[in-house]
Nanobody, 124 residues
């Protein structure tokens, strides 16, 4: 089992920045691909970013490319999502997730463990 706890979500103005954190506990963190997803009210959960086990490779949704950066610190069992130039359409609950198979997985079904989510609200 892997337990994931997100933090860092809050209300921010458009154009602002936030850094989300996701702390993992349980099994060996470095064995897992880590991903960030988000879900806005009335919408399906969507892929945001993913990072390889070592952190050397990343993949982003087109909607956040160039604005968001995913990173990880395997010594701290933590994955981060740096979000810059935030837009109102980035408003959602953000979830981190862990996957122990696949290659830079981008779909929800590829992930085995999920956090409880953290709310990000971007005001215009």
């Amino acid at each position: 089992q892997v337990q994931l706890v997100e933090s860092g979500g809050r209300l921010v103005q458009a154009g602002g920045s936030l850094r989300l954190s996701c702390a993992a506990s349980g099994r060996t963190f470095s064995n897992y691909y880590m991903g960030w997803f988000r879900q806005a009210p009335g919408k399906e959960r969507e892929f945001v970013a993913t990072i390889s086990r070592s952190g050397a490779a990343t993949l982003y949704a087109d909607s956040v490319k160039g604005r968001f950066t995913i990173s990880r610190d395997n010594a701290k069992n933590t994955v981060y999502l740096q979000m810059n130039n935030l837009k109102p359409e980035d408003t959602a609950v953000y979830y981190c997730a862990a996957a122990n198979r696949g290659v830079l997985p981008t779909t929800t079904r590829e992930y085995d463990y999920w956090g409880q989510g953290t709310q990000v609200t971007v005001s215009s």
